[in-house]
């Protein structure tokens, strides 16, 4: 089985941004008609599904998509929270609905409410909501609500701490994934998703946060943003900092997915990262969607690269599915349960 750990609901029925723009012009005018989620068809759903994520997994070779509201529009950094967690909601029931349409080939992971400011235990009942209510395996956490402007602690500061208790609690991973940027500096993929990866990292070798929490697991997407190309250069810090080996310290813990949407960028990623903390990703339909003029092929077909690579079959299998199934065991329970 090829599961696919990063996909989000780039396609999304237009009446599902009529309920965000709703929202938005109640911003701006607080007279406005109260935004209210819009009815859309189960047809309208597969529609969008079938044109788009479905037939490229078809296409592609992929099985099963762990699929989440699209990043860039969590909009964490919008109105206020209850803005936030309204949207966050009616994102969250939109994705259950696609895994109850297609349920061979999505298994959901949830958006957060989250807003600048407010207290990440504010984000606690929505986890339990998707996990134990639509039966969600894991969660995308923004380390970074405030769109680009790094507003909120570091990730091991004591902030963060009620989340992770939940996490651990219900035995669910979290992707760090920012949302759009409102600062001109970054692009929003081009730079603050990157951004985000290797800051995350960074904070993980700063701090003591797998020591009070062993069983937390997090994945760094796009590949672990800059952290593999400067392997070098975090193995340094760590011990400029005085703290133990990466692997013993962060990478116990952390994993990267395969969103490199080039082949040298996957060769690297596998010559420097143990294997086992490698899950096979392609973030299909997202930010680079055309087709590479050097091979022909499109940039984030990523399960092309990892067929090329000259590593066992044991190997790519661990990179494919089994990987994730440890990451996620809720997942692998479900998988289980069909006989998978």
């Known amino acids: 089985m090829i599961i696919d750990c990063h996909g989000h609901y780039t396609t999304a029925p237009a009446a599902h941004q009529k309920f965000r723009d709703a929202q938005l012009a109640g911003l701006k005018d607080p007279t406005a008609p109260a935004a209210r989620p819009g009815a859309i068809s189960d047809d309208e759903i597969r529609e969008t599904i079938e044109k788009n994520q479905l037939q490229l997994q ?15 529009a969590m909009g964490h950094h919008i109105g206020n929270e209850a803005i936030s967690s309204a949207w966050t909601r009616a994102n969250n029931d939109l994705i259950k609905r696609v895994v109850d349409l297609f349920p061979e080939n999505f298994v959901g992971v949830c958006q957060l409410p989250q807003s600048p400011a407010v207290p990440i235990a504010n984000s606690i009942a929505e986890l339990e909501r998707c996990v134990r209510e639509l039966n969600f395996i894991g969660c995308n956490l923004n380390p ?31 992707m760090i994934h920012v949302s759009a940027s409102c600062n001109a500096n970054f692009h929003a993929t081009g730079a603050h998703y990157i951004n985000a990866d290797t800051t995350a990292f960074m904070q993980f070798i700063e701090g003591d946060l797998f020591r009070d929490f062993p069983t937390l697991r997090f994945i760094i997407p796009h590949g672990g943003g800059a952290v593999p190309y400067h392997w070098g250069r975090y193995r340094g810090l760590a011990d400029m900092l005085k703290r133990p080996p990466l692997e013993e310290h962060v990478m116990k813990n952390v994993f990267f ?5 080039h082949q040298p960028g996957i060769d690297l990623l596998v010559r420097v990262i143990d ?3 490698i899950l096979f990703g392609s973030e299909m339909v997202g930010a680079v969607r055309g087709i590479d003029p050097l091979t022909g092929h499109y940039f984030d077909d990523t399960r092309r690269y990892i067929d090329a690579l000259s590593i066992p079959a044991a190997g790519k299998a661990r990179i494919f599915e089994t990987n994730a199934r440890r990451v996620f065991p809720r997942l692998n329970a479900l998988l289980e349960a069909r006989g998978l």
């Open 58 to 72: 078809r296409q592609r070779g992929s099985d099963l998509t762990l699929f989440s509201p699209r990043a860039s």
């Open 144 to 174: 970074d609500p405030s769109g680009g402007h790094w507003t909120s602690p570091p990730l091991t500061d004591r902030h963060w701490y009620p989340f992770y208790e939940k996490m651990v609690e219900l035995d669910v991973p979290a």
């Open 275 to 277: 294997i086992g903390n």
């Open 257 to 261: 997915d395969t969103c490199v949407y």
